[in-house]
């Protein structure tokens, strides 16, 4: 298959994969564009569809709350007739069913679907009922406003009257469904169970309820019928004896859904037609456009070789004027050891002379034995060793490192103090080194060590340099989290080159020029920063120089 397509792209001119290109990058946009008109649109049905359901919730809620208040209100001013509350508490049945005659007479002809109007005991005995239907009975736990269910639906308002009983209106649950259609225009239907739905006679909504039944009974979201669409929406009611039915509403969605195929259909159209226009605007002008592009891109690479072969020129004098630093780094380097060793050697020398001019006035005055020039002879090894091994100490020290370890900032200051420790004593220079545990760091640690001896040649030269009294170097190495933190301050007055970052460039020095060649610095940067990806800074404090060197942990 990749060499397929390998060679498809070989045979391909720029021209046409360019078209390829540009046109699946029209139709990807325009996939988008039909997406995002097919979601607006799509919430725009679903925004009136979520209105058109709230709004029947609004008017079913509203309904039972209105016929709530309108038969307690009802019922009260029945109670608060004359003698009615007396027969109640008195349960007068014949007396209650006369005095309340007229009242009924009046709700029934406001209201077709009030089922009964009766009187009961504290108990929740029947006493009397006006009407065609009303429980003998009401359990305690009934005693509430709500529709409840015996044969059949109901919907109940109870208005207490003090401790003299109950007074009771029951309605048809079709009296809902009036409401709803009368208020909306829109058609509903309770169902308590599939196989009896309650609706109002004429109504056609029966026939939408069968259609919206699938093989195993249960009600579909969307369904079709008699060629409109409708969406299912239901009100779940539970009774005051705890059962439950729903409130059906079957929303004509067959416009909206009409709105959005039209809205696909229009984006379709739409983007075929600009996806001609742009092929041929894309054939037309790409032959002069990609010709262009061709001898552009030509032209760009001839600069592009050129530009290559003169940063490959410069790069190689760049190396080459490093390399020339480097060796007098090392040259550099090479006489600070030598005056270092000369410093090492100093001592034991003079001791060596003194021990030879000693065994040659002994046995100039006849007082040399044997045994007084052997110990001679043990105290000269003992300093040439000693001279050996400072030669071996400096080599060790200088040496390069073949590759990157693991190892002890803190030792390897004290190596490079060691170095420098005759030289700091012969001249009265006090180094104060601080470091508390052993701190470990990731590279080349005799590279790292030659920058602390280069860091402690440049102040003790500085501190020489100016005649400072009481010279003094204060070495501090701490950690913090992820990083190494190496100070080397003296009291030599500070670095008098502006601005002071200058100090580390090439050839810049504050030494007298017979003494300094003013790369020092600029090597130790770049060892720091480049080989060991760690920073060299430096500033003025109130004494003098403060070097910082900030390394990462391993």
């Excluded at 736990?141 to 003299?164: A, Q």
Aim: proline share 2%; net charge positive.
């Amino acid at each position: 298959m990749i060499e397929k397509l390998e060679i498809l792209h070989e045979k391909l001119s720029t021209k046409t994969k360019t078209i390829i290109l540009v046109l699946a990058l029209f139709f990807l946009l325009s996939f988008v564009f039909v997406y995002l008109r097919y979601l607006d649109t799509k919430n725009f049905t679903q925004e009136a569809q979520k209105f058109y359901v709230d709004r029947i919730h609004s008017v079913y809620t509203e309904t039972l709350k209105r016929t709530e208040d309108f038969y307690r209100n009802r019922g009260f001013a029945n109670l608060n007739s004359f003698g009615i509350a007396k027969a109640l508490v008195n349960q007068n049945k014949e007396r209650l069913v006369e005095l309340s005659l007229f009242r009924w007479n009046v709700l029934k002809r406001e209201n077709p679907y009030l089922s009964s109007m009766a009187f009961y005991t504290p108990e929740g005995k029947r006493l009397a009922y006006l009407g065609s239907h009303a429980p003998a009975k009401i359990a305690l736990s009934e005693k509430k406003h709500g529709f409840w269910m015996d044969t059949k639906l109901w919907y109940r308002v109870i208005v207490p009257w003090k401790k003299g009983g109950y007074l009771v209106f029951e309605i048809d649950p079709k009296f809902f469904l009036a409401e709803i259609s009368q208020l909306t225009g829109l058609e509903a239907m309770m169902v308590v169970d599939k196989n009896r739905p309650i609706s109002l006679e004429g109504s056609s909504i029966e026939n939408l309820f069968k259609a919206s039944l699938d093989e195993q009974k249960s009600l579909k979201s969307l369904f079709n019928y008699n060629n409109f669409l409708y969406a299912t929406h239901q009100i779940k009611q539970d009774t005051v004896n705890n059962k439950s039915f729903k409130v059906l509403f079957f929303q004509d969605i067959t416009a909206s859904k009409q709105r959005l195929n039209d809205a696909i259909f229009e984006s379709v159209i739409i983007v075929m037609i600009l996806g001609v226009v742009v092929f041929v605007a894309l054939h037309v002008g790409f032959e002069v456009l990609i010709r262009r592009i061709e001898e552009l891109n030509a032209t760009l690479e001839k600069r592009v070789v050129s530009e290559i072969q003169k940063r490959m020129a410069n790069e190689a004098v760049a190396r080459e004027k490093e390399q020339m630093l480097i060796h007098q780094s090392k040259l550099a380097s090479m006489g600070e050891m030598i005056g270092n060793i000369a410093h090492q050697w100093r001592q034991p020398l003079t001791q060596l002379g003194t021990l030879l001019i000693g065994i040659e006035l002994l046995y100039e005055r006849g007082k040399l034995t044997s045994k007084t020039l052997h110990e001679k002879i043990r105290e000269s090894e003992g300093l040439i060793a000693f001279m050996s091994n400072t030669i071996d100490d400096f080599r060790n020290f200088f040496a390069s490192d073949k590759q990157k370890a693991s190892f002890d900032v803190c030792q390897s200051v004290k190596n490079a103090i060691s170095i420098m420790d005759s030289a700091l004593k012969n001249n009265n220079i006090d180094c104060e080194f601080t470091c508390k545990d052993e701190i470990f760091t990731y590279g080349y640690a005799n590279e790292i060590a030659q920058v602390f001896l280069n860091l402690l040649a440049n102040a003790k030269d500085v501190l020489l340099e100016r005649k400072v009294l009481n010279p003094k170097i204060e070495i501090d190495v701490t950690q913090e989290s992820d990083k190494i933190i190496i100070t080397i301050c003296d009291n030599g007055g500070g670095v008098k080159v502006e601005p002071i970052e200058k100090i580390f460039e090439p050839y810049v020095s504050t030494k007298h020029a017979s003494s300094g060649t003013g790369i020092g610095l600029y090597m130790s940067k770049i060892i720091i920063e480049k080989h060991s990806f760690g920073q060299l800074l430096v500033k003025n404090d109130q004494k003098g120089a403060c070097f910082t060197i900030l390394l990462p942990t391993p």
